[in-house]
């Protein structure tokens, strides 16, 4: 099993759709969590950090459940340009050796 | 992209040919990567730094050397190029040991 687990897509949705991402993580040690944008052929960027208590940046809210081990990322209202791979990175926190994995991403395709 | 630049964008390799890919920052973070990511792949660390003078392995390190003399470079060394490495290149800064900000990539074609 990946240590973290996403759906590939790719999602197809219409402009001002709500689409929702999970990712899974293996790890129950893992200590911080992220979600990532990547446009094609560019590097990756930090979306937002999720939060246990959950955290909401405008269209984006971002959800943590330790308990089934997963991760979510919602977008309400989607538009063109949110078309982009995410990304969802698990962090396990260790000192020393470095801890950080990611997933192969999610494809969203939003369309017109 | 948080002042972290990487050079060259592109490159093409002969098979056995050796380069050095360069990462710089202006940040003064410790924390610096390199990954490689390769289609369905995701990425994967293929070494890491804590600070200056201190180096080691991520998942996938064969084939490639690092060394990290100042906070500011971390260049990825390809000793003797291979076409299973060819891939985009991404070095990293990471801030504080939490997120990662990552340059703008190398894209490496080894014929």
């Known amino acids: 099993r990946k240590e973290v687990e996403q759906d590939p897509g790719p999602f197809n949705v219409p402009e001002g759709a709500t689409v929702a991402f999970n990712c899974t993580y293996s790890n129950s040690a893992s200590q911080s969590f992220f979600w990532y944008r990547q446009d094609c052929r560019k590097e990756p960027k930090l979306l937002m950090s999720v939060y246990s208590s959950g955290n909401e940046d405008g269209r984006f809210t971002a959800q943590l459940n330790r308990a089934s081990q997963y991760i979510s990322l919602l977008i309400r209202d989607s538009k063109l340009s949110d078309s982009a791979t995410y990304l969802c990175?698990?962090?396990?926190?260790?000192?020393?050796?470095?801890?950080?994995?990611f997933g192969s991403g999610t494809r969203l395709q939003v369309q017109p | 992209n948080a002042g972290v630049t990487q050079t060259p964008k592109f490159q093409v390799l002969k098979t056995g040919q050796s380069m050095t890919l360069q990462c710089a920052q202006d940040?003064?973070?410790?924390?610096m990567s390199w990954y490689r990511q390769d289609p369905g792949m995701g990425l994967r660390l293929i070494h890491y730094?804590?600070?200056?003078?201190?180096?080691d392995q991520g998942e996938v390190p064969n084939g490639y050397n690092v060394s990290r003399s100042t906070t500011e470079d971390f260049p990825l060394r390809l000793l003797s190029a291979a076409p299973s490495q060819t891939s985009v290149y991404f070095c990293?800064?990471?801030?504080?040991?939490?997120?990662?900000?990552f340059g703008p990539g190398t894209r490496l074609t080894v014929t």
């Open positions: 940040m003064n973070h410790e924390y």
């Open positions: 730094s804590v600070g200056a003078g201190i180096t």
């Open positions: 990293a800064i990471e801030r504080e040991g939490r997120e990662q900000y």
């Open positions: 990175v698990v962090n396990l926190g260790s000192t020393g050796r470095r801890a950080l994995t």
